[in-house]
């Protein structure tokens, strides 16, 4: 008996082709993405890197995404690679445009780079997110639609806006501190199977039911 979707599979479930499982469709080695994460777009989730621009190799930043995420339509996680270099006195790319402007590119210590843009899991993101580079993402939290995350956002908190800014708290610090130490994501299939109706369900002291399960 299956204990769910597959999560090596494109497409969980083949009624609905505008999602899809994104660890399943990246070929960048610099995205890493967890077991059953979806991307949802009906105009071709299987394009996902598309969403993620200016990353490149060179620079070595990486885009992780945890498990369980769930990533709405016109997403785009801007990496390091659109940053400019900002303590001389133009930011204009002259070095991209060859013809012997190539000349004045810039070191790397010279940019101003974030590192890794990491989302933790059992995150959702709304409708067209922006998530700016270096940004980190905590496990539960929840990005509203249309937010540009510059700044990093706790774990089962709310943010959204531009600039993003945190809403509020999902839950108390007790829970939050339990569900961090829970880690619900990295339970078997089984398991998951077993206590669906513990995680979907609105009362939340059934949760701590489990723990030790």
């Known amino acids: 008996m299956p204990y769910g979707p597959d999560p090596n599979k494109k497409f969980p479930n083949e009624a609905i082709r505008s999602l899809c499982f994104i660890k399943n469709v990246i070929t960048r080695p610099n995205i890493l993405v967890g077991d059953y994460t979806y991307y949802e777009d009906p105009d071709g989730p299987e394009r996902f890197e598309e969403h993620v621009t200016h990353h490149y190799e060179i620079l070595g930043d990486k885009l992780i995404i945890g498990k369980f995420c769930a990533i709405a339509k016109g997403i785009e996680f801007v990496m390091n690679g659109a940053n ?41 993101i709304g409708q067209n997110v922006t998530v700016l580079p270096g940004v980190r993402i905590g496990d539960g939290a929840i990005i509203a639609a249309n937010a540009v995350v510059s700044r990093d956002v706790p774990a089962y908190h709310i943010a959204g806006g531009n600039p993003c800014r945190i809403l509020r708290k999902r839950f108390d610090d007790d829970l939050i501190a339990y569900l961090l130490e829970l880690k619900w994501w990295d339970w078997s299939p089984e398991k998951i199977f077993r206590h669906l109706g513990v995680l979907c369900s609105g009362d939340l002291t059934k949760i701590r039911s489990v723990g030790e399960d």
């Open 84 to 124: 400019h270099r900002m303590n001389s006195v133009t930011t204009y790319p002259f070095n991209i445009l060859g013809n012997g402007w190539e000349t004045a590119a810039p070191t790397l210590e010279e940019l101003p780079l974030k590192g890794d843009t990491v989302v933790g899991n059992d995150v959702w």
